[in-house]
């Protein structure tokens, strides 16, 4: 288990300042949202994307992959009966994984909840044909860079499309491919029924990445989410992938964010590993 934590945290400050204070926090990774890189990662030269690459990598750290990946943009839509706008959306994922490639990461995580609501004049089971057809075009570039989609449930005050794990990973078993996977994210898996733990140990076999939040928006220890059963299910499904901190409030400002996120994240990691050590 590794920590990583999303570059938009520092958006006060440089791309490299940023990566230097993820690092002086001890996170090992970084987590990039394109907007805060340009307003398309079209506009990306592959020279800037280099340079972006050794700027991590000069931080001591490793390029997690993409979030946030329409948030910002126009034109795009996951679920829009356009067949212009669908075949323009998985265009631009296919340059979202070579961007994601360019930078050296795997993870490409699809939340983008605007541009995947259903529209008022489609049924929800036509916005699912729609989805698995975008996401059938962008695999054949996933799987030419290495890279994962990794789909986010998120809960009905975020989006109306794709709002429980099981409702993803029947999206994901329709694709059939190893290259999409389950994306889990602490705040939205608030919004189910079923608690977070349960939710891991059922979906263990699809989950290849996991955002550590609380549902009041701040970071993990900032509200009262306790992250210990959540990394002792983590730990019992031998989860070996990012824990990363995302928030959506900045309040506290993105030093005491990344700091005292990681920290409490490691006193629960601890506790859960002394315990786990005394029953063997």
Known sequence: MRFAICNETFQ???????????????????????????????????????????????????????????????????????????????????????????????????????????????????????????????????????????????????????????????????LGSPRVRLHLDCKAMCSEATPIPTLLRTFREHLVHFHANDPNRLGPGFGDLDFVPIFEALLEIGYQGWVSVEVFDYGPGPERIARESIQYMLRCLEQVQRVRAGKT
Request: charged residues 25%; glycine residues 6%; hydrophobic residues 40%.
């Open 12 to 174: 006060d400050r440089s791309l490299e300042d940023g990566f230097a204070l993820a690092a002086e926090c001890g996170y090992e990774g970084i987590e990039i949202a394109p907007f805060t890189l340009a307003q398309r990662v079209t506009d990306l030269s592959p020279q800037r994307r280099a340079e972006i690459r050794q700027a991590i990598e000069k931080a001591g750290l490793k390029t997690v992959g993409l979030h946030w990946l329409l948030a910002k943009t126009e034109g795009f839509h996951l679920t829009s009966p356009d067949e212009t706008i669908r075949q323009r959306t998985a265009e631009y994922l296919r340059e979202l994984a070579r961007c994601c490639a360019d930078l050296g990461g795997t993870i490409l995580v699809f939340g983008s909840p605007q541009q995947r609501n259903v529209l008022p004049q489609v049924t929800r089971a036509k916005a699912e044909d729609y989805a698995v057809e975008v996401f059938e075009k962008l695999i054949p570039e996933l799987e030419r860079t290495n890279t994962i989609l990794a789909l986010e449930p998120l809960g009905i005050q975020e989006t109306n499309f794709v709002n429980t794990a099981e409702e993803a990973v029947a999206i994901i078993n329709k």
